[in-house]
């Protein structure tokens, strides 16, 4: 299989089904195609549309089939693979994990637009509005209801990495990067995810990267630049 992603600094639906292949042991080919100077460049979508007709990353490649959006992808994988732990066996727990997902995918819009996934910068601690609050409020709710529920036998959200955990590991990268402070559980769950090998290999080369995306860099002071080559600028 081939796997079809974009910059690892910013790309939070990349990381997605890459680190839940990554995790599972899945073997695949990765297939990074850097973003262009804004996220809606033409030559980009041309470049990532030889491999979705949606012109989006994720990109999922399993011979002639294409895949594409990460619910989907996760979702084949679970098919082809049905020994592995994408969705939990038990059944309460697959539809809270399923639900929690799906609720990832299309929601926290306010989160998502105020701390755009940025690997390379860490960004002081302040008060980020009453919506931003709201999002925070109901993601760690769901971490410790998952945890309370279904954690027994494990770190992660129902025990096992599995999907809903690969779901929300951008969320756990927002919080880490934006200060973002968190209840106990939910902080020693975002240890937990930031803890795996693949978070660990996927942000190493982030920090790597070369590209620099303006528009998805945060308007506001930064803490701690991260990236080798941003640092050495700096100092020079």
Known sequence: MKLVIANKTYSSWSLRP??????????????????????????WKRA?????????????????????????IMDHVAELRPEL?????ERAARAMARSIAAEMHAGFAALRGACPMNLGRGFHARDRGPSVAADVARITAIWRDARARFGEGGPFLFGAFGAADAMFAPVVARFAGYGIGLDPVSAAYAEAVQATRGYKSWRTAALAEPWIIEEDEADEPVLEDFRPHLSRSKAQ
């Open 18 to 43: 890459w680190l839940l292949l990554t995790e599972l042991g899945i073997p695949f080919e990765e297939v990074l195609i850097p973003f262009g100077q804004t996220f809606d460049d033409p030559e």
């Open 48 to 72: 990532i549309s030889a491999f979705t007709p949606a012109g989006k990353v994720p990109a999922l490649l399993d011979g002639e089939i294409q895949v594409w959006e990460t619910l989907a």
């Open 85 to 89: 732990p994408v969705w939990p066996r």
